[in-house]
């Protein structure tokens, strides 16, 4: 099992960009395909994208595709969500997550991070 910690929110204007980063500890990161979601006030949470094992294999929600890039460096344990082109709909608290299921779904997902606030402003 894997500790995850993300980090890299904050505030920015629309149009603006921001990179997250999740943190794993634990040698067994790189067994684990990973995943960032996101949590809008009074919304349910909701999968924006995910990477497999290797880094080869990438998948993303409609909304962020061409504008999101999700990565991640087994060498150092981490996994990388770089935004791009944001708006104020990409307000949200993002979580990222160790894959222990088949899909993309909340509940294919565990090992959940504390999460790290997004803001965008109009």
């Known amino acids: 099992q894997v500790q995850l910690v993300e980090s890299g929110g904050g505030l920015v204007q629309a149009g603006g960009s921001l990179r997250l980063s999740c943190a794993a500890s634990?040698?067994?990161?790189?067994?684990?395909?990973m995943g960032w979601f996101r949590q809008a006030p009074g919304k349910e949470r909701e999968f924006v994208a995910t990477?497999?094992?290797?880094?080869?294999?990438?998948y993303y929600q409609d909304s962020v595709k061409g504008r999101f890039t999700i990565s991640r460096d087994n060498a150092k344990n981490t996994v990388y969500l770089q935004m791009n082109s944001l708006n104020p709909e990409d307000t949200a608290v993002y979580y990222c997550?160790?894959?222990?299921?088949?899909?993309?779904?909340?509940?294919?997902?565990?090992?959940w991070g504390q999460g790290t606030q997004v803001t965008v402003s109009s």
């Open positions: 634990g040698r067994t990161f790189s067994n684990y395909g």
């Open positions: 997550a160790a894959q222990i299921g088949l899909g993309s779904a909340v509940s294919d997902f565990g090992s």
């Open positions: 990477i497999n094992w290797s880094g080869g294999r990438t």
